[in-house]
């Protein structure tokens, strides 16, 4: 196990934030975890890294960084009703997604496109058009770097919640997950209720004979008409959760925002787009030094080209200030703060 002092993370991060970790290892097969457990009793600190898309990376990180490379997707379990599908963490998100869509194994093409890899998918629990991961979850297998046992970990004991998970809360360096398992359920149902989907022409045609690939392609084009590419525009995707309101605040808000996008929640509550509001308040399109906020999805900072965290946290802090005093909403940030005081 090649493990390396000092290394530039800058390409392995999609904001594209010049870093440094302290040092560095690649975990290639899942029986390393007590390999990796052992070396990790050198650093005062560990993080793991995924696909490096939902970070914001320090310029220094002292700690060891190990960057999970494991691959491998097989059937586990197949019954009457569904199929249990199993992927190595260090898998991507999206060619995973894909060659389940090209099995047959269906319910998973709403999240076509996440960056990132398979193992990072539980920790914020991803979600788009309609559908969140821990809807096809089934179980995960994660090393605990801590007490150095091997966990399988159901859906009740995940936590999720919107972007959120008990790994997502957990002292970083903790849970090294291994392998995530999905419920596919055979009697396949499409999920169309977001406004995206349902304007979308193809879909629309197809009406009841709708295909779980024509949903993955559309969820495709719209993401990348919308969605800068990390491979040529650093980014992180999100930088803000939706935040969630009471029904009061969200009436008193609608008085002084008519066209206010807000989304019910099942207990009552209301998921405000964040998106709107930047853009709203004129941020869309704008610069900060080499931060950016994007041009076609205001809920997206980029890296006009050298930015380093600083820059990505005045923006930031620049943004949440003119949300709170023009809505008297705070926002939250969605990806992780790596290596910051
Ligand atoms: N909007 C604007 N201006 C903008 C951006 C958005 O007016 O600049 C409006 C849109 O027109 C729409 C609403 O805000 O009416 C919501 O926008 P959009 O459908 O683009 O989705 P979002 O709420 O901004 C969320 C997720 C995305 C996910 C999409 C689709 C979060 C934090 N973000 O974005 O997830 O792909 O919905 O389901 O929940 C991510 O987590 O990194 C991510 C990209």
Redesign the pocket.
Same mark, same amino acid.
């Given at each position: 196990m090649l493990h390396v002092i000092d290394q530039d993370l800058t390409s392995f991060n999609t904001l594209g934030l010049r870093s440094h970790a302290r040092a560095f290892v690649r975990c290639e097969s899942a029986d390393q975890a007590q390999a990796l457990s052992d070396l990790a009793d050198d650093y005062r600190h560990v993080f793991i890294l995924g696909g490096g898309s939902?970070v914001v990376l320090a310029p220094e990180l002292d700690c060891l960084v190990i960057k999970v490379e494991t691959a491998g997707v097989r059937l586990l379990r197949e019954t009457d009703d569904e199929w249990i599908v199993e992927a190595q963490a260090g898998e991507r998100w999206h060619d995973f997604v894909e060659h389940c869509i090209a099995q047959g194994w269906n319910g998973l093409e709403n999240l076509a496109l996440?960056p990132g890899t398979v193992g990072a998918a539980p920790v914020?629990n991803?979600?788009? !058009?309609?559908v969140e991961l821990d809807q096809r979850f089934h179980s995960l297998v994660a090393w605990d770097m801590r007490d150095r046992r091997l966990v399988e970990m159901a859906a009740q004991d995940c936590g999720f919640l !919107? *972007?959120n998970s008990v790994f997502k809360q957990a002292e970083q360096g903790r849970w090294l997950i291994l392998q995530v398992r999905l419920c596919l359920p055979k009697a396949w149902r499409p999920v169309l209720n !977001?406004? +995206?989907l349902q304007r979308h022409p193809v879909l629309q045609a197809a009406g009841e004979r709708v295909t779980a690939r024509q949903i993955f392609d559309a969820v495709c084009e719209i *993401?990348q008409g /919308?969605?800068p590419d990390p491979a040529i525009l650093g980014n &992180?995707?999100?930088f803000? /959760?939706?935040p969630v309101v009471t029904a009061t605040a969200y009436e008193g808000l609608k008085k002084t925002h008519s066209d206010l996008?807000a989304y019910p929640q099942p207990d009552g509550t209301y998921k405000l &787009? &964040?998106?709107?509001m930047? +853009?709203?308040a004129g941020w /869309?399109g704008s610069r900060m030094g080499a931060a950016g906020v994007h041009e *076609?999805?205001?809920?997206?900072l980029v890296n006009g080209g050298g930015a380093n965290a600083g820059d990505i946290a005045a923006l930031a802090d620049a943004i949440t200030a003119d949300i709170a005093a023009r809505f008297g909403v705070e926002l939250e940030q969605?990806p992780v703060k790596v290596g910051w005081a």
């Open positions: 939902n996440i914020q991803i979600g788009a !058009y309609g !919107y *972007r !977001y406004p +995206d *993401r /919308k969605l &992180a995707g999100s803000f /959760k939706n996008v &787009a &964040a998106g709107w930047i +853009d709203h /869309k *076609r999805q205001a809920l997206v969605e």
